[in-house]
């Protein structure tokens, strides 16, 4: 069964910390990028940050330096740490994967985050 099931999130103030979780199958995990993407009321969804199977990351710039996503191969799990919350992090976050060779993407049902400022 192909899923990503998300964990996680919740009500956090301004300056403090959270550490998503995504939980995914194999298959879908092995050999592919794993990412997160958020989408906040109002506004369409956007990458927050992806993690290849190689190891390489990318950050959308508003995060940079204050998140830092990391994958376990043994556990097929997708994390990001995110530190120094801002409200404007407040969002509903979904964790993808995308099948490399395809372009298909998996998505989870996302995991709320809400920030108080």
């Known amino acids: 069964q192909v899923q990503l099931v998300e964990s996680g999130g919740g009500l956090v103030q301004a300056g403090g910390s959270l550490r998503l979780s995504c939980a995914a199958s194999?298959?879908?995990?092995?050999?592919?990028?794993m990412g997160w993407y958020r989408q906040a009321p109002g506004k369409q969804r956007e990458l927050v940050a992806t993690l290849t199977s190689g190891g390489t990351t990318n950050y959308a710039d508003s995060v940079k330096g204050r998140f830092t996503i990391s994958r376990s191969n043994v556990k097929s799990m997708v994390y990001l740490q995110m530190n120094n919350l801002k409200a404007e992090d407040t969002a509903v976050y979904y964790c993808?994967?995308?099948?490399?060779?395809?372009?298909?993407?998996?998505w989870g049902r996302g995991t709320q985050v809400t920030v108080s400022s």
């Open positions: 194999r298959i879908i995990f092995n050999g592919n990028a």
């Open positions: 993808n994967a995308e099948v490399r060779y395809t372009g298909v993407n998996y």
